[in-house]
Each structure stands twice: as C-alpha cells, then as structure tokens.
C-alpha cells in the first residue's frame, strides 16, 4: 500500500457532495488531482508529490440491495476484503482482485482480475451502474441508458473521465470455493510451466489459476508455486479439475480446502516504501518461444514471474463493450522486481534483461499491473480504438485533463488549419 506521499494538502471525503466539492475548488488552480481509494497502484498514482489529494476512504459503504438478485452497492473507497466479509452473510462475492487491502475504485476502474475471473469474467463486467463526478462537479448517475458513453469508459479507463464514488455490481451466488496452493521443485521450469500452459488450455473454467516462479529469498530457497480456486464449493469436482496440476513437477507441498471466499483474499501488505518494478502482457497464445522469453527474465536481478490464466467468461463479452480492450487473451504474463527503502532503484531494464522479447508475444498491458506510465505504457493498456473512443469521451467530461493522474489518455484536441 502507497503512503499519502508528499501532498500539499488531503481532502477526506465521505460524500459524493464533498467529492464535488473538491472538484470544483481544485479545477481551475491548474495543479493535478491526485484520488486514492485503497493506495496500491504500483505506479504510485494514489500517492501525490505536491498538489492536492483526494482520499476516498470514507466513501466505504457496502450495501446490499436485492440479495435476490445480487444487486450491491459499493463505496469507491471500501477494500475489497470489507465487500468480502459484508457480502458473505448475504451468499455472495464479487471476482475482485488477489488482497483484501485493495480498495474497489482503484482496482474495479481498470478492469478487475480476480480469483474467480474464467467464471465469471472482469469485476469491470458484474458492474450495472455508477456514481460519478466529472470535472465540471456535477455528481452523475450512469449506466447503459443513461451517459452510456460516460459508462463505457469508466469501465476500463483507470479513473481518466471522473471520480468515480459508487458502483453498482451484481454479485455472484458464491459463498465458498475451494482453493489450493500446490509447490514444486524448481528442477525444470521450463517443463513446469508447459504443463501448466496445457493444463490451462482443457481446464474447466469455474478453476482459475496463477502461476509462480519465487527467486530465493532470505525466507527460502527459489520455488515453483501454483495458486488455485474453483469458483464453487463442490471439492470432488474441483479436485478433478486440479487433477493435472498435481503431474506438473516433483511436488514439495500441496494444500487444498473448501474455505469462505473472503479467506481467498491475500491480507499481506507491502511494506512501506518498498519499490516496485512492474511490467505484464497479455498473450493470445503462450507459445514455447513466450515461455522461453519469459524465463529469461531470470538470468537477471532476483525476479518475481508469474503467469495468470484468462479466458472463459472474460472472451465471451465483446472487446469493444468496455474500455478493456484485452477480451481475447489466453494468460497474463507478469513480471515483477522489488526493492526496500534506501536500496538501488529496481528496474527491469537491465544489460541482461529483454522485456520487449515478451511483450512481442502480447496484445497489450492490463494497467493495474504497470509500475510505468509513460506513452509506451498508455498505449499498450489502450489499443488505438479504444485509446480514440476514450479520449473522446475525456474531451466531453474533462477537456482540461483534471484527471491526468493516472496512466492517461489526453483529451483529444481539433487540429486549426493555417492559411
């Protein structure tokens, strides 16, 4: 989690109302706004160095409309690990990300990759509404019928059309799933990561499963580690849809449990001005030749990689319905350098380091995953239709770019003809 960072000033909001009005005294003194839900972007968006910064922790109301239905209500500034425990009494969950300390707007505005994705897809597609406010301070209700274009790029487009204070979700029938943790020898990466790959191909889509390859750490030696969770609690079928992962390597533990889908969430938080070097793809295909560049990311500092399985319910909704363009890819390659305070800068730009080799492989950039927010980083979370339709959008509702932090997409200017 991202401290406050350096801001010249912190406007604690508990209403829409105190959203506003923040807008409207900020708009027009031509600093940028920083918004902060939950403080995790790796990208250090929800931490400001000077100018102002909008903390959305008080708008944390969990409310559950129909439980016939599913129908929720979530403050923009609730974790993800709250909605969790509030919605388990009622029957439900909502796929949302890997940690408890998340807060919803930060993750759900870009996407959502959660735990029960090829079940029931992005977090971004279970929502039916919101509130949001725009640069002009106007608090907004939207949905398909009303701003619909106001509501097709906020799902998707990491928070560059407005502060977005609520979401309307319908959650999923889910009370408890089953979830495993297998580890495994490092002998034979390679290999591993195959089987995983054609695990992934035939498996069932209620499973959806990470990968892991852990460098040694003073905590351990250097490990292979699958994480897994079937989005439902029948353990007979979901120990035949693991089955395969069990074959993939010499197995060195293997954990599995039918648990609350709150207990799914991972309560770890980053340490305190820990740095982040963060880079991710998403591929069509995990070919050998990904695979292989993908490891060779290893040959350089100690390295966190880690490949998440996509597909199923995420590829059955339209690439252009959303501001997430990225429908079609089979996994998620990420890969990730970490260094304590005081320590070297981490980077993944090394001598013996090829991010681009892996990147050829992919489509694009999920942007919840992005420690880098310059062009190159905007342009593969937003292929060029969507990068167009979105700053159309952003030219209505914030033509003077307000909110710009974050990985941003300018509002399109017309061009003036000289004579």
């Known amino acids: 989690m991202t401290s406050y960072g350096s801001p010249d000033g912190v406007v604690h909001a508990r209403t829409a109302a105190d959203v506003a009005g923040a807008v409207d005294r900020i708009r027009d003194s031509g600093t940028s706004?920083?918004?902060?839900s939950g403080?995790?972007?790796?990208?250090?968006?929800?931490?400001?160095?000077?100018g102002p910064?909008?903390?959305?922790?008080?708008l944390d109301d969990v409310r559950v409309l129909d439980s016939a239905t599913g129908l929720v209500r979530l403050g923009a500034g609730a974790t993800w690990g709250r909605v969790a425990d509030r919605l388990a009494p009622h029957g439900l969950a909502i796929s949302?990300?890997?940690?408890?300390?998340?807060?919803v707007g930060g993750l759900a505005l870009g996407g959502g990759i959660g735990w029960m994705v090829r079940r029931y897809g992005l977090t971004i597609d279970a929502v039916v509404g919101a509130e949001i406010v725009t640069a002009d301070g106007r608090v907004r209700t939207v949905d398909a019928d009303d701003d619909p274009d106001l509501f097709w790029a906020l799902r998707g487009g990491g928070g560059n059309v407005g502060?977005?204070?609520?979401?309307?979700?319908?959650?999923?029938p889910v009370s408890t799933v089953v979830?495993?943790?297998?580890?495994?020898?490092?002998?034979?990466?390679?290999?591993?990561?195959?089987?995983?790959r054609d695990h992934l191909l035939?498996?069932?889509?209620?499973?959806?499963?990470?990968?892991m390859l852990i460098p040694e750490t003073p905590l351990g030696p250097a490990h292979v580690l699958v994480e897994w969770c079937f989005a439902e609690p029948d353990r007979v079928a979901a120990e035949r849809a693991a089955s395969r992962l069990r074959t993939l390597g010499p197995v060195v533990a293997d954990e599995v449990g039918v648990v609350p889908y709150a207990d799914v969430l991972d309560d770890r938080v980053m340490p305190e001005g820990m740095q982040v070097a963060m880079r991710n793809a998403f591929v069509p295909s995990l070919t050998d030749a990904c695979l292989d560049d993908t490891l060779a990311l290893r040959s350089g500092a100690p390295t966190v990689l880690s490949i998440r399985g996509m597909g199923g319910a995420v590829d059955r909704v339209a690439p252009e319905a959303t501001a997430f363009a990225h429908r079609a890819a089979e996994a998620m390659v990420v890969v990730a350098r970490m260094a304590p305070p005081g320590a070297p800068t981490p980077s993944l730009d090394g001598p013996s380091d090829d991010w681009d080799a892996v990147a050829r492989h992919g489509t694009g950039a999920y942007v919840g995953f992005l420690s880098q927010d310059d062009s190159a980083s905007v342009a593969?979370?937003?292929?060029?239709?969507?990068?167009?339709?979105?700053?159309?959008?952003?030219?209505?509702?914030?033509?003077?770019?307000?909110?710009?932090r974050n990985h941003n997409v300018a509002p399109e200017r017309p061009v003036v003809p000289t004579l």
């Not at 910064?53 to 008080?58: C, K, V």
């Not at 204070?165 to 319908?170: F, G, I, N, P, R």
């Not at 979830?179 to 995983?196: E, F, H, K, N, Q």
């Not at 593969?380 to 509702?397: G, Q």
């Open 202 to 211: 035939s498996s069932d889509e209620r499973l959806s499963s990470i990968v």
């Open 33 to 36: 706004l920083t918004v902060r």
């Open 53 to 58: 910064l909008l903390d959305l922790g008080g």
């Open 163 to 172: 502060v977005v204070t609520s979401l309307d979700v319908v959650a999923a």
């Open 96 to 103: 949302s990300g890997d940690t408890r300390s998340v807060g």
């Open 39 to 50: 403080g995790h972007s790796v990208a250090r968006h929800s931490a400001a160095d000077g």
């Open 179 to 196: 979830r495993g943790t297998i580890s495994y020898d490092l002998s034979d990466p390679a290999a591993l990561l195959r089987g995983w």
């Open 380 to 404: 593969a979370a937003y292929p060029p239709a969507t990068y167009a339709r979105l700053a159309a959008v952003k030219r209505v509702y914030d033509p003077g770019n307000l909110f710009r």
